[in-house]
């Protein structure tokens, strides 16, 4: 399916993802579990596709689907990524400005706050107006996809997350920015040893996604197709898959493979190719589909 107007514009890396790479060999993954991946991948992405087209529900038979949640098999789809570029789209041409609230965005992992109190830059008066917002501002106000350690920060200087956001971060970006502007074709993982002595706190899982979206308006920094860091979400598929294998290798084989039935997105006819953050988050999302297929795993019933 091609890709809609509105994503086509919102993000810049479409062209770059379609580029061809080289096939590798899927041989040494185990091939049934990889064919189930394909099956699972094939029906989330038409589930989305149905949904573009405001087919009337249930949009796929398969009963796992229809009842539990899961995220897009192309993160660039996710109604939460969406809503933080479209928030951020004229900021692009400031890339310090840019990147410090895109991290804001992720560190509160609700939209709606930061639309409430406000953006953040990098003078510490306007950045008092938005702690104040943000402290006033009422409950719940954080999104719990990812909640934020709290006992990361305990002991510094700015040991309450408002604190944390409204001033330790703009306070540190603007070095973190100088170093990831000279990034070229960087590895996220590359990136992630490059952004923490900088950053000061091991947020790992926040910084990749920052890291992410960064590939995806500015392609030519961040490299989404290899070396790939693996969550503990996804760590046991990529381990079904091969178990000898370090699992960042694993997720690079995946992201030199083609599902043959796969419904690719397209951009100006070509296939926007899966790359090793893809397959990560599927890997995650395979994982929990197969444990609530037995009756496991944690419930988030669709809606």
């Not at 104040?132 to 990361?152: D, H, V, W």
């Not at 910084?207 to 969550?231: C, H, R």
């Amino acid at each position: 399916m091609e890709i809609p107007q509105k994503l086509q514009d919102l993000y810049r890396h479409w062209e770059h993802h379609t580029q061809p790479i080289p096939f590798s060999n899927s041989e040494a993954l185990d091939q049934k579990i990889l064919a189930e991946m394909e099956s699972f991948m094939v029906e989330r992405m038409q589930i989305w596709e149905k949904k573009v087209f405001q087919q009337t529900p249930p949009h796929t038979q398969d009963k796992v689907l229809q009842k539990f949640r899961f995220c897009n098999i192309y993160r660039e789809l996710d109604k939460q990524t969406i809503e933080i570029h479209e928030h951020l789209e004229d900021l692009r041409s400031n890339f310090p400005l840019w990147l410090l609230n895109l991290a804001f965005h992720r560190f509160v992992c609700n939209p709606t706050t930061v639309k409430k109190v406000g953006l953040l830059n990098f003078l510490h008066k306007n950045n008092e107006q938005v702690y104040e917002n943000l402290m006033e501002l009422e409950r719940p106000k954080y999104g719990t996809a990812y909640i934020f350690p709290i006992s990361t920060i305990q002991r510094s200087e700015c040991p309450t997350r408002e604190e944390f956001f409204c001033f330790y971060l703009p306070s540190v970006m603007k070095k973190i920015t100088s170093a990831v502007e000279k990034f070229k074709n960087t590895t996220v993982l590359e990136a992630l040893d490059t952004v923490f002595p900088l950053f000061g706190f091991n947020l790992k899982f926040h910084w990749t996604e920052i890291l992410i979206d960064v590939a995806y308006q500015f392609p030519q920094l961040i490299n989404l197709y290899k070396d790939f860091p693996i969550g503990p979400g996804s760590l046991p598929t990529m381990k079904r898959l091969n178990n000898k294998l370090n699992p960042t290798e694993t997720c690079n084989l995946l992201a030199h493979h083609r599902p043959k039935d796969f419904p690719y997105l397209t951009y100006k006819g070509k296939k926007v190719l899966l790359s090793a953050e893809n397959w990560e988050g599927v890997g995650c999302e395979f994982r929990k589909y197969t444990n609530l297929g037995q009756g496991r795993g944690r419930i988030r019933k669709y809606h």
